[in-house]
């Protein structure tokens, strides 16, 4: 009888090792970029961008590790902790970095999912290798997990570290994603591989010039205390107007894991960005959480600027809010959050 209620008791303690996607307020070990270079549709405009990443990179360096995937023979020692030379389609590591798992021990599990240009709208291959190519060097610790049967974009979800996970409908089911699965079908996999309680879909907002299908960390973000900063827009006019009302009532209706309404606080939609014809997606909700800090994009409107950093500090009031010029980020359709993927700290 002794033996057996020992075995039992390992047995318990074996099976209740709890692994969850941390949010990304919590400590961080450090951040990845992956450097823009002259042969990616950065090229037209690349001092552009390269000043604009530098900015970024020593604002992370100030704070924490600073891990940057260059091109062969490009030295930026001065800016980062570990530098990797490998090849790239792009530079957004947001969507094909690993996304990293923690459990209460200090363990990571790295999960590498297959990113495949937003649905096969760009070429992917060489980025869609960086992550093995990372572990392999030693660049990263932890397990290394192989998702690459799913399509899973880190922009594409939020997590507020307690098992529930944000996503958008209008990304998890575009063409050429995970077809023929179905949403019932998607939202298994995701608990299953994030080990999440829940999953909580959001079915309405969008950007105009968004490659992405509409990521959620364009248009929604988790913040501490259970509050969600999102975009809203005034004018009826404008053609995002429906859609991001939309979402703004369905965040209403929201509840945490314990019955409780959201914080809601609502961030100002920029005034539209024209790159010739095109109307660029600048976003303020696309900031990025470092340790200490919040890294914010602005557009060099002041008024919306200085509305949208004091909001973010609202949600975040014991960090530092810094504000970097992303103009030069959008023109890619894109802004800071998509060029970067944070690594918790275990």
Request: net charge negative; with cysteine; glycine share 6%.
């Amino acid at each position: 009888m002794y033996l057996c209620s020992k075995f039992l008791i390992l047995s318990i303690k074996i099976n209740t090792q709890t692994w969850r996607l941390p949010a990304e307020w919590e400590p961080q070990w450090g951040v990845q970029l992956t450097w823009p270079h002259a042969h990616t549709d950065w090229a037209p405009m690349l001092d552009e961008i390269t000043a604009t990443y530098e900015e970024i990179a020593r604002e992370i360096a100030k704070r924490e590790q600073l891990l940057v995937v260059v091109p062969e023979g490009e030295d930026l020692s001065l800016l980062a902790s570990h530098l990797l030379p490998l090849r790239s389609n792009d530079t957004w590591a947001r969507d094909h970095g690993f996304i990293t798992l923690i459990d209460d021990e200090g363990h990571a599990r790295l999960l590498d999912f297959r990113f495949n240009g937003w649905g096969e709208k760009f070429a992917a291959e060489l980025d869609n290798a960086i992550n093995r190519q990372l572990y392999d060097h030693g660049a990263l610790q932890g397990e290394y997990v192989d998702c690459l049967d799913f399509v899973l974009e880190g922009g594409s979800i939020e997590s507020d570290g307690q098992g529930t996970i944000f996503t958008t409908s209008g990304c998890l089911l575009a063409p050429h994603r995970n077809q023929p699965m179905t949403k019932e079908e998607i939202e298994i996999r995701l608990k299953r591989d994030l080990h999440a309680k829940r999953i909580l879909w959001i079915d309405h907002g969008s950007l105009t010039g968004d490659d992405t299908d509409g990521h959620i960390d364009t248009l929604v973000r988790v913040c501490p205390d259970d509050t969600l900063l999102y975009i809203g827009c005034d004018n009826p006019s404008d053609e995002q107007y429906d859609e991001l009302q939309q979402m703004e009532d369905q965040l209403k209706t929201l509840r945490t894991l314990d019955g409780r309404p959201y914080r809601l606080l609502r961030l100002p939609m920029p005034r539209p960005i024209y790159d010739g014809a095109d109307c660029l997606p600048a976003t303020y909700a696309n900031f990025l959480i470092v340790n200490g800090a919040v890294l914010c994009p602005t557009y060099a409107q002041p008024d919306l600027d200085a509305e949208a950093l004091r909001l973010i500090g609202e949600a975040f009031p014991n960090r530092e809010i810094v504000g970097i010029d992303c103009r030069s980020i959008i023109k890619q359709h894109g802004s800071l959050h998509c060029c970067t993927m944070q690594f918790p700290r275990t």
